[in-house]
């Protein structure tokens, strides 16, 4: 160990010598406030209750896992009797036979999971819809005669209440000030630049967002990128590298576990907000330095960045940034934010995290945000200093190579920022932003009075909700859609075995008698599949 990582360590340890390496607890949000954030938020912590199914439910679970596996192995062996019947006792040659030179698309496991667990419910998602997502969506009918391996059309159409998109704030709409405004930069900018940034990809209108996301977000400058999971996956290998280390939080994103795996930093991870996890790693790196505690030389790393999501969309979660600062301060990391759903859902003023907490946030060092859901645009930005910004724009592929956002886009951006803030003269921004919280708070709380296992913040507008058995999944999808309430559901591998889930995202386009009906089939659905673990 290094001298300087040595001295740093026994000042930590004198400081904390017989306590847990975090144990500070800040209030919480009182979630019956009627001013939703209260005026100390700065000590505001945010305010969830870590649930585990009942041992009943967790028994059931694995025993129902155990029976379709079962199942599926038995399945299986006929179909590849069948196979080798048709194939080399009566010749036929099957068109799904793999052509010479190829490799399988997917193997082991992969096969075997996709072939006898997902094909079965295959029919929940990626439901082809059509218009506008906005409160109420359109999905256009279809059926299948080959379990679901091929669909067809019908030609019918269903409309039903959209728990499903990521709608926040309800710009996602064909008509009013953003519509219209889309409409006049189309006539001024034409649809694309057909170019990256660094060539001919720059108007007035990309410098005018980028100004204004600074304004909005509260930092020094940033820049506006074509797509959100690229804003993350191209942008960490432009600031992190080999020799440098990333500290990630075990529940990420994709986007960032990919960013991350191709920069050549090494990685490592602590437990899903949890700050004593996040010290220990911070405190084991410093003293051990690139080579890890079995070197006899000791080097320091490059750089430490530390990667966390503002607000968890599988989770409901919401990272405890006035903790993770804390920790800044004391072991001076790099912090790295991805706020693509926390960013216009949460805090007074919708500008995320740092909002919701009253922090400052030139207090964190990249802020990062998707326009995709509470701006109903799409890209992502990055921003920071105006010296990191500058760097990412110069090295980050997604700006020298990828074509810049298009005309459209950055108008919608733009309006809907605008109306967030207030600047268009209107309370409209605000009264969204109200009105979300009080969806919010009404629908978790008619959730939990009804016994169903909720997870995450009191505050999110991403609802997740434990389905756990596997096999109640695929009802539960088809039963709200049969009430006409469109649904997201996951499960193993997605989730964690025991935790497949339904996720509802709430939308300030919908009316509080949207909520009660979708609580009144939610409610109904779950005495069907008993699904009330806490009733």
Same mark, same amino acid.
């Given at each position: 160990m290094g001298k300087g990582a040595a001295d740093l360590l026994f000042a930590i340890s004198m400081e904390q010598t017989t306590k847990p390496l975090y144990t500070k607890r800040l209030p919480t949000v009182d979630s019956n406030n009627a001013s939703y954030y209260p005026a100390h938020r700065k000590a505001v912590k945010p305010h969830h209750t870590e649930l585990e199914p009942p041992l009943r439910v967790t028994a059931l679970t694995y025993t129902g896992f155990i029976i379709l596996a079962c199942i599926g192995i038995i399945r299986n062996a006929c179909q590849q009797l069948a196979h080798f019947v048709r194939h080399y006792i009566l010749g036929y040659i099957s068109n799904d036979a793999l052509k010479p030179g190829y490799a399988p698309l997917n193997e082991g496991f992969e096969v075997f999971f996709r072939a006898q667990f997902y094909r079965f419910i295959k029919d929940c998602f990626h439901r082809p819809i059509t218009g506008v997502p906005g409160s109420h969506l359109t999905i256009l009918e279809r059926v299948s005669d080959d379990y679901n391996k091929t669909f067809t059309l019908t030609g019918r159409t269903q409309t039903v209440l959209n728990l499903s998109s990521y709608n926040y704030l309800g710009f996602a709409q064909s008509h009013g000030p953003?519509? $219209? @405004? /889309?409409?006049?930069?189309?006539?001024?900018?034409?649809?694309?630049?057909?170019?990256?940034?660094?060539?001919?990809?720059?108007?007035?209108?990309?410098?005018?967002?980028?100004?204004?996301?600074?304004?909005?977000?509260?930092?020094? $400058? @940033? /820049?506006?990128?074509?797509m959100g999971f690229a804003t993350n996956s191209t942008t960490l290998p432009a600031i992190v590298e080999q020799g440098s280390l990333v500290i990630s939080d075990a529940l990420n994103h994709a986007s960032l576990v990919y960013g991350c795996r191709i920069s050549g930093a090494s990685i490592k991870s602590f437990k899903h907000n949890d700050m004593n996890s996040l010290e220990k790693v911070l405190r084991d790196a410093i003293a051990n330095g690139q080579g890890g505690k079995n070197s006899s030389l000791y080097i320091p790393w490059k750089k430490i960045l530390v990667v966390v999501e503002g607000l968890y969309s599988m989770e409901g979660t919401i990272c405890p940034l006035p903790q993770i600062l804390e920790l800044k301060r004391k072991y001076k990391f790099f912090l790295y934010i991805d706020e693509a759903h926390s960013i216009g859902a949460i805090g007074p003023k919708g500008r995320g995290v740092c909002d919701f907490y009253g922090v400052n946030p030139r207090e964190v060092d990249i802020l990062m945000g998707t326009f995709t859901k509470a701006f109903s645009a799409a890209g992502g930005y990055i921003s920071g200093s105006r010296d990191l910004i500058n760097r990412i724009r110069l090295y980050n592929h997604s700006s020298i190579f990828a074509e810049s956002m298009s005309i459209p886009v950055l108008q919608q951006i733009y309006t809907s920022m605008t109306i967030i803030m207030g600047e268009d003269g209107t309370s409209d921004g605000r009264r969204r932003i109200e009105h979300l919280a009080k969806l919010t708070r009404r629908f978790r709380d008619g959730l939990k009075g009804h016994g169903f296992l909720v997870m995450g913040d009191d505050n999110s507008p991403v609802v997740p909700v434990l389905l756990c058995q596997p096999c109640k999944i695929g009802p539960f999808s088809y039963e709200m859609l049969e009430r006409?309430?469109?649904?997201?559901?996951?499960?193993?591998?997605?989730?964690?075995?025991?935790?497949?889930?339904?996720?509802?995202?709430?939308?300030?386009?919908?009316?509080?008698?949207?909520?009660?009906?979708?609580?009144?089939?939610?409610?109904?659905?779950?005495?069907?599949?008993?699904?009330?673990?806490?009733?």
């Amino acid at each position: 160990m290094g001298k300087g990582a040595a001295d740093l360590l026994f000042a930590i340890s004198m400081e904390q010598t017989t306590k847990p390496l975090y144990t500070k607890r800040l209030p919480t949000v009182d979630s019956n406030n009627a001013s939703y954030y209260p005026a100390h938020r700065k000590a505001v912590k945010p305010h969830h209750t870590e649930l585990e199914p009942p041992l009943r439910v967790t028994a059931l679970t694995y025993t129902g896992f155990i029976i379709l596996a079962c199942i599926g192995i038995i399945r299986n062996a006929c179909q590849q009797l069948a196979h080798f019947v048709r194939h080399y006792i009566l010749g036929y040659i099957s068109n799904d036979a793999l052509k010479p030179g190829y490799a399988p698309l997917n193997e082991g496991f992969e096969v075997f999971f996709r072939a006898q667990f997902y094909r079965f419910i295959k029919d929940c998602f990626h439901r082809p819809i059509t218009g506008v997502p906005g409160s109420h969506l359109t999905i256009l009918e279809r059926v299948s005669d080959d379990y679901n391996k091929t669909f067809t059309l019908t030609g019918r159409t269903q409309t039903v209440l959209n728990l499903s998109s990521y709608n926040y704030l309800g710009f996602a709409q064909s008509h009013g000030p953003c519509a $219209d @405004a /889309v409409e006049e930069a189309l006539e001024k900018f034409g649809m694309t630049t057909s170019s990256p940034r660094m060539e001919a990809g720059s108007t007035t209108l990309h410098t005018d967002v980028e100004r204004l996301v600074a304004r909005y977000i509260g930092q020094e $400058d @940033a /820049v506006v990128l074509s797509m959100g999971f690229a804003t993350n996956s191209t942008t960490l290998p432009a600031i992190v590298e080999q020799g440098s280390l990333v500290i990630s939080d075990a529940l990420n994103h994709a986007s960032l576990v990919y960013g991350c795996r191709i920069s050549g930093a090494s990685i490592k991870s602590f437990k899903h907000n949890d700050m004593n996890s996040l010290e220990k790693v911070l405190r084991d790196a410093i003293a051990n330095g690139q080579g890890g505690k079995n070197s006899s030389l000791y080097i320091p790393w490059k750089k430490i960045l530390v990667v966390v999501e503002g607000l968890y969309s599988m989770e409901g979660t919401i990272c405890p940034l006035p903790q993770i600062l804390e920790l800044k301060r004391k072991y001076k990391f790099f912090l790295y934010i991805d706020e693509a759903h926390s960013i216009g859902a949460i805090g007074p003023k919708g500008r995320g995290v740092c909002d919701f907490y009253g922090v400052n946030p030139r207090e964190v060092d990249i802020l990062m945000g998707t326009f995709t859901k509470a701006f109903s645009a799409a890209g992502g930005y990055i921003s920071g200093s105006r010296d990191l910004i500058n760097r990412i724009r110069l090295y980050n592929h997604s700006s020298i190579f990828a074509e810049s956002m298009s005309i459209p886009v950055l108008q919608q951006i733009y309006t809907s920022m605008t109306i967030i803030m207030g600047e268009d003269g209107t309370s409209d921004g605000r009264r969204r932003i109200e009105h979300l919280a009080k969806l919010t708070r009404r629908f978790r709380d008619g959730l939990k009075g009804h016994g169903f296992l909720v997870m995450g913040d009191d505050n999110s507008p991403v609802v997740p909700v434990l389905l756990c058995q596997p096999c109640k999944i695929g009802p539960f999808s088809y039963e709200m859609l049969e009430r006409g309430v469109a649904v997201v559901i996951a499960g193993f591998p997605a989730t964690p075995v025991t935790e497949s889930r339904a996720r509802f995202c709430l939308s300030s386009s919908h009316t509080m008698e949207d909520i009660d009906m979708a609580l009144a089939a939610i409610s109904e659905v779950g005495d069907k599949l008993d699904l009330k673990y806490l009733a």
